[in-house]
């Protein structure tokens, strides 16, 4: 905006959800992100994301090889394997075992990530995997 450049209209989208949101009440930071929940951090956001990338790299990985769209043909099981070092990377707990298969197929079917399973993300979500 302070560009001059036009929006797109993703951002347009964004933009009208954000001020119906604070015009509804909600306080202005928390909408923006600049301010977290009680209770939130930012490490809590990174996780979040992480997370998001994660499921994102699942979702890829279990589609057919020939499919429209082609994947790894993987099986969920074989896909949150190949997942844990992923996510370990990215928390930078690559000598843990904490973020194991087990825990990332719990967050890939948890209904709290469920919207994370969507092909439909943008980059302004909350937990976007994307950055704007």
């Known amino acids: 905006m302070s560009s001059n450049s036009p929006l ?3 951002e347009y989208t964004f933009l009208a959800s954000a001020f119906s949101r604070i015009a509804d009440g909600e306080d202005a930071n928390e909408v923006f992100g600049v301010q977290f929940k009680r209770g939130k951090s930012i490490a809590d956001a990174e996780k ?3 997370i998001s990338f994660v499921i994102q790299w699942i979702e890829c990985a279990i589609q057919p090889v020939d499919a429209e769209v082609p994947g790894l043909g993987y099986s969920t099981t074989k896909a949150c394997e ?3 070092p992923i ?3 990215i928390l930078g707990e690559e000598q843990s075992e904490k973020y194991d298969a087990e825990y990332i197929r719990q967050c890939y079917y948890s209904p709290k990530y469920k919207h994370m399973r969507s092909e439909f993300r ?3 979500e909350d937990d976007s995997p994307f950055q704007p």
Request: hydrophobic share 35%; net charge positive.
């Open 8 to 10: 797109t209209q993703e």
């Open 82 to 84: 190949e997942a844990a």
């Open 87 to 89: 996510l370990r990377k």
């Open 122 to 124: 943008g980059i302004y």
């Open 48 to 50: 979040r994301q992480a």
